[in-house]
C-alpha cells in the first residue's frame, strides 16, 4: 500500500514536469505575432498594424503598414510601409524574442500638406485671391527604434518603442509654400497575439 502511494505520487509529479515542459516548449514554438498601435488609433486616428516573424530567441523581422485614419484623422500621414528588423537583448526568460531591443527599419510612405496660396493686389498689397492647395508627396527613409517587449504565457503582446527616421528621397518640391517632412517619428504602444 506504501508502496503504490509512493508510486502514483510519483506518475503525478513526472505527468505534471513533463505537460508542464510541453506548455514552455509550445510558448517557445510560436514564432508569429500580429499587433495594432494603441497610441495611434487614440491620438491620430490612423490605422497600424504590424506582424512580426520572430526569427530567434534573440531576433525577429516584420513589416508595419500604416493607414490614414480619414476624415477624423490629424495627420499628414497617408499610407507608409515600413519593414524592419530587431535585435532582443537581456533576455533571460526561456521565451522567444522579449525583452529590450533595438529595430533598424526602412520606410516608403506617403503624406500631405495643405496651404493657401494668396495673390496680391501689386498696388495694394491687399490680397485679391485665396487658393486652397493640397499637394501630396511620396518619400523613402531609414531610422532607428528602442522598445521593450512583455509576452505572456498565453500569447498576449505589449510592447512600447519609440524612434526616428530621415526621408531620404522624394521629400522635397519645388514650392516654397511646401513643407517636406525630412524626420518621421516611428513608436508607440503595440498591442498584440503572439501565435
Do not use: C
Request: charge should be negative.
Amino acid at each position: 500500500m506504501h508502496l503504490k502511494l509512493k508510486t502514483g505520487l510519483l506518475g503525478l509529479f513526472l505527468s505534471t514536469a513533463i505537460f508542464a515542459q510541453e506548455d514552455s516548449n509550445a510558448f517557445f514554438s510560436k514564432k508569429h505575432e500580429i499587433k495594432i498601435d494603441a497610441i495611434e488609433l487614440i491620438a491620430v486616428a490612423n490605422i497600424e498594424i504590424t506582424y512580426e516573424y520572430l526569427i530567434s530567441k534573440y531576433s525577429g523581422a516584420g513589416v508595419s503598414v500604416s493607414i490614414d485614419g480619414g476624415e477624423s484623422s490629424d495627420d499628414i500621414l497617408k499610407w507608409a510601409i515600413t519593414p524592419f528588423y530587431r535585435q532582443y537583448f537581456f533576455n533571460r526568460q526561456e521565451k522567444r524574442a522579449q525583452g529590450l531591443f533595438a529595430e533598424g527599419h526602412l520606410n516608403l510612405g506617403s503624406f500631405e500638406d495643405n496651404y493657401y496660396e494668396y495673390t496680391y493686389d501689386p498696388d495694394t498689397d491687399f490680397i485679391i485671391n485665396e487658393r486652397y492647395v493640397e499637394q501630396d508627396n511620396t518619400a523613402f527613409g531609414a531610422g532607428f527604434a528602442v522598445g521593450y517587449k512583455w509576452a505572456s504565457n498565453n500569447g498576449f503582446v505589449i510592447e512600447p518603442s519609440l524612434g526616428v527616421g530621415r526621408n531620404l528621397f522624394g521629400n522635397t518640391k519645388d514650392d516654397d509654400n511646401f513643407s517636406s517632412v525630412d524626420i518621421y517619428f516611428r513608436g508607440g504602444i503595440q498591442v498584440g497575439y503572439r501565435f
